[in-house]
T-cell receptor, first 115, second 110 residues
Framework: GAVVSQHPSWVICKSGTSVKIECRSL??????MFWYRQFPKQSLMLMAT?????????EQGVEKDKFLINHASLTLSTLTVTSAHPEDSSFYIC???????????FGPGTRLTVT | QKEVEQNSGPLSVPEGAIASLNCTYS??????FFWYRQYSGKSPELIMF????GDKEDGRFTAQLNKASQYVSLLIRDSQPSDSATYLC??????????FGPGTRLSVLP
């Protein structure tokens, strides 16, 4: 058990457009979902934490109006990168936890390239 | 600021040897400790978690936790080239976010 999927696995978009990334926990209900960003050869950077039905909590320096997070159910969270720019090109990874204090399970990641 | 520190490496070990990866953390209230493996270009994969002081073994992997010294380690026995990856240590205090270390790059030489 504990499978997390992400869609799409990669996306190329033009500067100024918006991109939506979906994260689903397939075989468990996730009390909390996390969104990370990882630039090449750098460590994971937590962007935001979301709990089902409530507003996401963003880390310092992450623009909440640019990175819109919706956690509509216990199995689905979405991240929308609005008005994407080339500097937003990165590897976006979601993770889901099925209990507070428990382990996180990562999705396979979405590679975003903004041209 | 809560911190998790790891030697960035690369740590190189010959095939068949024991690889020892270390992690220290600053938050004494931390209660859960995790080791993730991340291959280049892939997302992290959970290897082990440990909550209590002492050793926890799972196959070729052993996690060791010492809360008094605030360190957690991961031993990989009989290292294989397929173990070559970046290993991330993560620490959690209930009610707070996970804190990930920067990762240690392990290279197992055939």
């Amino acid at each position: 058990g504990a499978v997390v999927s992400q869609h799409p696995s990669w996306v190329i978009c033009k500067s100024g457009t918006s991109v939506k990334i979906e994260c689903r926990s397939l075989d468990f209900q996730a009390t909390t979902m996390f969104w990370y960003r990882q630039f090449p050869k750098q460590s994971l950077m937590l962007m935001a934490t979301s709990n089902e039905g409530s507003k996401a909590t963003y880390e310092q320096g992450v623009e909440k109006d640019k990175f819109l997070i919706n956690h509509a159910s216990l199995t689905l969270s979405t991240l929308t990168v609005t008005s994407a720019h080339p500097e937003d090109s990165s590897f976006y990874i979601c993770s889901a936890g099925r209990s507070s204090g428990g382990e996180q399970y990562f999705g396979p990641g979405t590679r975003l390239t903004v041209t | 600021q809560k911190e998790v520190e790891q030697n960035s490496g690369p740590l190189s070990v010959p095939e068949g040897a024991i690889a020892s990866l270390n992690c220290t953390y600053s938050d004494r209230g931390s209660q859960s400790f995790f080791w993730y493996r991340q291959y280049s270009g892939k997302s992290p994969e959970l290897i082990m978690f440990i909550y209590s002081n002492g050793d926890k073994e799972d196959g070729r992997f052993t996690a060791q936790l010492n809360k008094a010294s605030q360190y957690v380690s991961l031993l990989i026995r009989d290292s294989q080239p397929s173990d070559s990856a970046t290993y991330l240590c993560a620490v959690h205090n209930y009610g707070q976010n996970f804190v990930f270390g920067p990762g240690t790059r392990l290279s197992v030489l055939p």
